[in-house]
Each structure stands twice: as C-alpha cells, then as structure tokens.
T-cell receptor, first 114, second 116 residues
Framework: SQQGEEDPQALSIQEGENATMNCSYKTSINNLQWYRQNSGRGLVHLILIRSNEREKHSGRLRVTLDTSKKSSSLLITASRAADTASYFC??????????????FGQGTILTVHP | SAVISQKPSRDICQRGTSLTIQCQVDSQVTMMFWYRQQPGQSLTLIATANQGSEATYESGFVIDKFPISRPNLTFSTLTVSNMSPEDSSIYLCSVEGDRRSSYEQYFGPGTRLTVT
C-alpha cells in the first residue's frame, strides 16, 4: 500500500522562486529518497537521506528529515523552467522483508514559469 | 550510479496478447525490482527479482499475470500476460546501488505500454 503522502499535489511558481515540497510516511524507514520525473519518463535520482540524518544538501536541493514527525521536505532554490517535472519521495523500510523495496508518495507536480 | 536500459521503450499491444520487457544493468546486482506506474499515478512495486530464486510478488500481483525471469546478475525480464486496457502503464525496473552509494536506488527509462 502507498504509505507516502505528498503536498502540495501541484505547485506553480515563477523562475527564481524557491519551491518546497513535503512528504509524510507512516512506518519506520531506513532511508528516504527523492526523485524527479519529466513527462512520464524514467525517474532521476535526486538525493537520499538516511534515517539518522536530519538535513542534506546537493547543489540547489535541500532535503530535511524529521523521523519523529515521519516527514521530509525538498527545497529547490532559485528554480528554473527546466525544474518543471513531477517530484516523488520514496521510503525504504527498516529491515526484514522491506529491504530494498521503495514505497512512493503520490508526487508533486511542479511548474516553473519563465 | 548504475546505468539501466529497458526494451522496448514503448509499445502498443492488443488485448489478450503478452509483452516481455527487458531490463539490462551495466553492473552485477543482487536484487532487481519491477514497478508499475498507471496513468497519472505514482509507482507501485510489482515484484523483487533475485538471481537464482523465484521472484517475490507484492500484494495484488501474481506470477501468472507478471512472470519474471532473472537469468543472471545483470538482466531481468517482466512479461505482462493476457493484457487488458487496465494494464496500460509505464513499467520500470530498478536496482539498488552498493554501500558506497548509501544504497541509492536507480531506475531505468521505463517502458510505456498501451493496450487497445
């Protein structure tokens, strides 16, 4: 079953603005990963944050993780039109039969207007 | 990161027929995963494919409908059998990286299937 919830479902901003997307999950996790998908194509891996980490940066991306609230956020700073895509969070369960299996959130559709 | 290719990239098939999707990885991996993404939806795990053993299917997916092969550590196939329009989806395979990559999971480009 899908355990991830993302909000907002859709986000529309102007180029140069920041975009924040949120993800919540229900069970204990090993890690949480964020992906980008352009126009129904394959998923591009953006960043992984482990359960014992609270914040991680990669270029214009900043990811936070709050395991007490079972939530994560993805911040894209200084957005560009090329950032227009769907963004998904995915959690990897903590051990046992969940190993390696990803549970995806519903995704956020980001539109960046030039 | 792993480089993953899938064949075909897209196909249009008639109901009642079957399609086999291939997934090739540029390095040896223990586990490969198959996901389905229905139109406008998120991804759902179909099954986990380990080399040398039967695939493990998630709830709602059965081997008769989605038989999987895993003949070696770099290749897997997923067959969508006796297709109906409800099977129209993007099918993606994925692999997990090693400890150096903190076990990041990488995806192939997907196979877009339309069933008429």
């Amino acid at each position: 079953s899908q355990q991830g919830e993302e909000d907002p479902q859709a986000l529309s901003i102007q180029e140069g603005e920041n975009a924040t997307m949120n993800c919540s999950y229900k069970t204990s996790i090993n890690n949480l990963q964020w992906y980008r998908q352009n126009s129904g194509r394959g998923l591009v891996h953006l960043i992984l944050i482990r359960s014992n980490e609270r914040e991680k940066h990669s270029g214009r991306l900043r990811v936070t993780l709050d395991t007490s609230k079972k939530s994560s956020s993805l911040l894209i700073t200084a957005s560009r039109a090329a950032d227009t895509a769907s963004y998904f969070c995915a959690t990897s369960g903590a051990g046992g039969t969940s190993y390696g299996k990803l549970t995806f959130g519903q995704g956020t559709i980001l539109t960046v207007h030039p | 990161s792993a480089v993953i290719s899938q064949k075909p990239s897209r196909d249009i098939c008639q109901r009642g027929t079957s399609l086999t999707i291939q997934c090739q990885v540029d390095s040896q991996v223990t586990m490969m995963f198959w996901y389905r993404q229905q139109p406008g939806q998120s991804l759902t795990l179909i099954a986990t494919a380990n080399q040398g053993s039967e695939a493990t299917y998630e709830s709602g997916f059965v081997i008769d409908k989605f038989p999987i092969s895993r003949p070696n550590l770099t290749f897997s196939t997923l067959t969508v059998s006796n297709m109906s329009p409800e099977d129209s989806s993007i099918y993606l395979c994925s692999v997990e990286g090693d400890r150096r990559s903190s076990y990041e999971q990488y995806f192939g480009p997907g196979t877009r299937l339309t069933v008429t």
